[in-house]
């Protein structure tokens, strides 16, 4: 029997559904107890389906180590819970949570799992985990939309996007066949084998204190774009994969700001987070599409449409994720268009399709073509295509005529020199997936195919391949399915450059219910390429911006409206210096009483109003001008680095804030240089 009917039973002899309204606080969260009603629930029982990640938030209250810094948390000197219970003590807010359990624990073990719906103190994660366990194991091990979604559109649910989440639960459980077991089912319907449950297993057994990077996923979660903005120095990159890990629920500890960095590394290395950095030079060509000039193999100048950094990523979030891939077709690959010897009927076609392979010519310049500097026959775009960017996995389309294809296949090997036929001696091995069609290109591309020997067709994606093999029963097994990992575009110093101008007509699209899966998805037909586009649910964007740079103005409010804005500052962002880094906490509050009164009493609480220094112009608000903590984050191992942090980049910031009428009174200021310099030079 596996093992997991047998956690299951020692969870509900721990908590019988008859104990849980008399469970007691201590019995629900305690940091010193490992055999607390959380503990089971998020640890212990992680077999069962796990919740891991996230924060503590998700149990309505616990008891804390650290005081909680958000202005969603109300605490005492023990436990934190949400302050939109409003009620003052933690035992009013574990009434709450208490009966939260009690009713959905009883909705499910009577099958009412509408109630289970409409439960609003727990989110799906842990009600519905809550709700697996005292049904008796009646729904499916799986808690969140984002895993069942996909699955149940697997299955044959029609638009899953508007089911219910129970309704999405409850079909793929009507799914399984009378004699499967509900674990080893849940297994393959998710594709978790061993080496995902080893992964799971060794996440770090304890629970995670909420902070400031929850509150800021979950607010890019519900409003897809949003900009984090401080003064310098107040982390907003530091942010960055601390916020995007938390979205893709990555399965780490994030305490460990190493496995953050290297899951945010893969991440990166998988091209589902792309950055750049809006300057005043960029302009829409740059970001969404523009037409650009190239040179083809005859030397004739030509021009076409070429993806921006924002169009490509929109591309490959909207990508689909192949499944039982019996034809090994590779979700990235790129389309070529070949013709064999030129159009229709012909001997070099009907060689290559018998022989599994495509030639192209060029003989003259011999077997190292890369020896040619003239080029006289030209062919050097061709040729630089044939050996350089073609890679094996790619998708070849034998072109037939300048609408039809005759093959599809795959490259299966590198160039090759056959000195045995009479011309068109470069090769490359193929295999053909599908011989002998003559399928209407135009239908997908809206253009007919130009006389180039080799170029890449940038209209067609995989997903198109593939409904060409399946039209043509050439499939296989090989199936697609939506793609709902979350992608991510990352902007830098977004309010340097014209963010209207640089978004042009997608700026509508930004918003959450103008996105593809959203109430009211749109397109917009793209102005050079002339395809519609829209902007996947599933694409996220982060940007950061300086509020000490005077160009905020240029932002618009049209534009103010997609986003939502966060405040970075100290006190709310936790920014551990790395092992080795040392926080001058001393000389970080003598600068910081040059621009807010209240320093002490904002450490004790971050929620209270900055006060303006006397010597701070009531012009300016502190929280956009308050340096921040990593400029005073020194490397105890350079015996320069502190003389380095504050002579070329504490001072200068002060003499630049002087500069600029953000001090109405230069002595104090002056005077805390002074003192500065004095440590730099006598440390």
């Not at 950055?275 to 740059?286: A, G, I």
Request: proline share 4%.
């Amino acid at each position: 029997m596996d093992p997991r009917y047998e956690l299951y039973d020692q969870f509900i002899k721990r908590f019988p559904i008859e104990s849980l309204s008399t469970m007691t606080l201590e019995q629900y969260t305690d940091l010193n107890r490992a055999d607390s009603f959380c503990y089971w629930i998020e640890f212990k029982t992680r077999r069962l389906g796990s919740i891991a990640g996230g924060s503590s938030f998700k149990f309505g209250i616990y008891r804390y180590a650290n005081r909680p810094l958000s202005k969603k948390i109300q605490y005492d000197e023990k436990y934190a819970w949400y302050r939109w219970f409003k009620v003052d003590t933690a035992a009013a807010a574990f009434d709450i949570v208490r009966n939260a359990i009690v009713e959905v624990a009883n909705a499910a073990a009577q099958g009412n799992y509408k109630v289970v719906e409409e439960n609003k103190v727990f989110g799906d994660a842990v009600k519905w985990k809550i709700a697996f366990i005292y049904s008796g194991m009646k729904i499916m091990p799986m808690y969140v939309r984002s895993i069942i979604e996909p699955i149940a559109e697997k299955l044959g649910y029609l638009n899953p996007r508007a089911a219910s989440f129970y309704d999405l639960n409850k079909y793929v459980y009507d799914k399984k066949g009378a004699n499967d077991e509900l674990f080893s089912y849940s297994d393959r319907m998710g594709g978790w084998g061993e080496g995902k449950k080893e992964e799971v297993e060794s996440i770090h057994e304890s629970i995670m204190e909420p902070n400031y990077y929850d509150d800021i996923t979950t607010a890019l979660k519900d409003k897809k774009s949003i900009i984090l903005q401080g003064a310098p120095g107040t982390g907003k990159t530091y942010a960055i994969p601390e916020i995007v890990t938390r979205l893709c629920a990555e399965d780490i500890d994030f305490s460990d700001r190493k496995k953050v960095m290297d899951s945010f590394s893969r991440l990166v290395s998988e091209k589902r987070v792309v950055f750049t950095t809006f300057h005043q030079s960029m302009d829409y060509e740059d970001f969404v599409e523009g037409l650009k000039p190239f040179v083809d193999e005859n030397e004739n100048v030509y021009y076409d449409v070429v993806d921006g950094i924002f169009k490509t990523i929109c591309k490959d979030a909207s990508k689909p994720i192949i499944r039982n891939n019996s034809i090994d077709l590779t979700p990235d690959a790129t389309i070529w268009k070949v013709s064999l010897g030129g159009t229709y009927e012909n001997e070099v076609r009907t060689e290559c399709l018998k022989n599994s392979h495509i030639r192209i010519g060029w003989d003259s310049y011999g077997e190292n073509y890369e020896e040619q500097a003239a080029y006289a026959e030209g062919g050097r775009i061709v040729l630089d295509a044939f050996y350089n960017k073609m890679t094996e996995g790619d998708i070849v389309f034998s072109c037939y005529s300048n609408k039809l294809i005759d093959a599809v296949g795959i490259i299966e090997g590198e160039p090759e020199w056959h000195d045995e036929f009479k011309s068109l001696k470069r090769l490359r091995k193929v295999r053909w997936l599908i011989k002998g069609i003559k399928e209407d290109i135009t239908k997908i591309t809206g253009k007919v195919m130009t006389l180039s020997t080799v170029y890449k067709m940038n209209d067609i994606s995989v997903e198109h391949v593939l409904e060409i093999l399946r039209k043509h029963s050439a499939a296989g097994s090989t199936t697609s399915e939506r793609n709902t990992k979350p992608y991510v575009i990352v902007i830098d110093e977004i309010n340097r450059g014209n963010v209207s101008k640089i978004f042009g007509e997608l700026i509508t699209l930004l918003e959450a219910d103008k996105r593809t899966d959203g109430s009211m998805p749109l397109t917009v037909s793209l102005p050079y390429s002339k395809k519609d586009l829209g902007i996947p649910s599933n694409l996220y964007l982060i940007g950061t911006m300086n509020t000490a740079d005077r160009s905020l103005s240029q932002f618009d409010y049209a534009m103010r409206r997609r986003f939502r804005f966060i405040t970075m500052a100290y006190g709310l962002v936790d920014m551990k210096p790395a092992p080795g880094k040392v926080f001058q906490e001393e000389l970080f509050a003598k600068v910081s009483k040059l621009f807010i009164s209240n320093y002490d009493k904002y450490l004790e609480d971050v929620n209270v109003r900055l006060v303006p220094a006397e010597c701070f112009s009531l012009e300016f608000k502190p929280i956009d001008l308050w340096i921040g903590p990593s400029y005073f984050i020194t490397d105890e191992n350079e015996p320069d680095s502190l003389y380095n942090n504050i002579f070329y980049e504490i001072i200068p910031t002060l003499e630049h804030y002087i500069e600029d009428g953000v001090f109405v009174n230069e002595e104090p200021v002056n005077a805390v240089i002074e003192e500065l310099k004095n440590i730099a030079l006598n440390p």
